[in-house]
């Protein structure tokens, strides 16, 4: 009797938890079920695999990532000059398809966002149009650079998978915030501070990765090619050593602003060419220009060259490189090179197919506020992956510059073509320069005239 009575208790406490775990999903109609409505901790989320729920979208989007990443690197040795313009042209067209379909889901603060964002691409690519031949030049010489060293493509695919599987930790963390009940402020709050963290482990690996490219093409260029007899014994592994110890706390601590301050220094020089004769508008934006600049000086991503050369802390570094480039004038070459820039947009275009990719099978599944929070998440999964693959042609463009700035006869004897070029290019700009410069004297000196010859 007490066995019967004990049995029918525990199939009654079984029955209990299956229909609290069965309430806690969505139906495939994607209607709100009444699992809101009751507590759910963060022991049920583990314990009863709500989490599994949102693992596969994350899946999805960490596997397109890494597919797309891999893709561009392999299709950059060949076709660099049409995957680059594709790139630069297809963004803003993406962006802005991405508003419509967040329109029509009734996501307007998406909406705006995306649209915002596809305005600002198309004036950004209209303000620097005249730069882009010169950028995909220099992205050419990069590439090519990268595909000479298999070793330090194969360093890249190895970050990425490193990244990958740091993912896969992360994104267990990610679905149980998007499966628990908390207040949706609360949810997007946890979310920003695990996307952060995404963000600043993307950059670290991303920079520990320029650290290893930039010291290989540094040795390459200095020793004359990667076959010299000057060579140094296993230079990757070496590189690699140093990265990651000696180092690393440099490449932490310039993870944090560089990437933030190198955005907002385009977009204000972007913004800067294209104001006219509005002198209002000009001083304002001349104000942040000269502030973002002074910023540069001590975060810029032409330290981590240093640091892999020359083994200096990072602020020192930075402003090493860029007194380099000012006592020089090859500042005046770097101001015009929007290379950085159209790795980002790769990097962006990249995110936001893996965020599509995923958000688009979060709303078949489930049609409500979770489709964002899969989705903006996906897309920085994306975007990290894709800017792993793309840093080793940064790195590239930027030991180069360095290379060129400390002895430009390294770049003669790598490529004498690509060495005229670039001075010829240097000239241009430095004459443009100098031609302003009169023309703000002038207009300055016609202004005071102006002045003295009305009474007071």
Not at 200 to 212: P, S
Not at 363 to 369: A, I
Not at 380 to 397: C, Y
Request: charged content about 15%; proline content about 2%; aromatic content about 10%.
């Amino acid at each position: 009797m007490n066995d019967s009575h004990s049995s029918s208790s525990d199939s009654a406490s079984m029955a209990a938890i299956d229909q609290n775990v069965g309430r806690s999903r969505r139906s495939g109609s994607g209607d709100q079920t009444l699992a809101t409505d009751i507590p759910r901790h963060w022991h049920d989320i583990f314990c009863h695999g709500l989490t599994e729920d949102y693992w596969p979208m994350y899946g999805l989007g960490g596997g397109v990532g890494t597919l797309l990443g891999w893709a561009w690197l392999l299709l950059l040795g060949s076709q660099a000059n049409h995957m680059m313009k594709i790139s630069v042209h297809i963004l803003t067209t993406y962006l802005a398809v991405v508003s419509v379909l967040c329109f029509w889901s009734e996501q307007i603060f998406w909406g705006v966002t995306f649209a915002t964002g596809a305005a600002l691409q198309f004036l950004y690519v209209i303000s620097v149009i005249d730069r882009l031949p010169f950028t995909m030049l220099v992205l050419q010489k990069a590439v090519k650079m990268v595909w000479s060293l298999p070793e330090v493509m194969r360093v890249s695919y190895a970050f990425m998978l490193v990244m990958l599987l740091w993912m896969g930790l992360w994104s267990f963390g990610a679905a149980g915030v998007v499966a628990s009940n908390i207040n949706l402020n609360g949810r997007w709050w946890l979310l920003v501070v695990l996307s952060l963290s995404l963000f600043w482990t993307g950059a670290v690996l991303c920079n520990t990765v320029h650290v290893i490219v930039s010291g290989m093409v540094f040795l390459v260029l200095i020793h004359g090619g990667r076959e010299a007899a000057s060579m140094p014994a296993n230079p990757l592994m070496k590189s690699l050593r140093y990265s990651v110890t000696k180092s690393f706390g440099s490449i932490c601590y310039g993870s944090l602003f560089t990437a933030a301050i190198r955005t907002l220094r385009w977009e204000i020089r972007g913004l800067r060419s294209k104001i006219g004769k509005n002198e209002c508008l000009l001083c304002c934006v001349d104000f942040l220009f000269h502030l973002v600049e002074t910023l540069v000086r001590f975060f810029n991503k032409y330290a981590y060259v240093q640091i892999a050369v020359h083994g200096k802390s990072f602020n020192r570094s930075a402003r090493d490189a860029w007194e380099l480039f000012q006592s020089t004038g090859v500042e005046a070459l770097v101001a015009y090179d929007c290379s950085g820039a159209v790795l980002l947009m790769v990097t962006l275009l990249g995110g936001l197919i893996s965020g599509t990719c995923s958000g688009v099978w979060t709303h078949v599944k489930w049609n409500d506020d979770r489709v964002t929070m899969v989705g903006s998440t996906a897309m920085l999964m994306g975007m990290v992956l894709v800017g792993l693959a793309m840093v080793a042609v940064e790195s590239a463009v930027t030991s180069i510059y360095i290379c060129y700035a400390e002895d430009p006869l390294l770049i003669h004897r790598w490529d004498a073509e690509f060495f005229n070029q670039l001075s010829e290019a240097l000239h241009q700009r430095l004459q443009h320069r100098s031609s302003r410069a009169r023309e703000v004297l002038t207009h300055n000196r016609f202004n005071a005239g102006i002045q003295e010859t009305v009474p007071v």
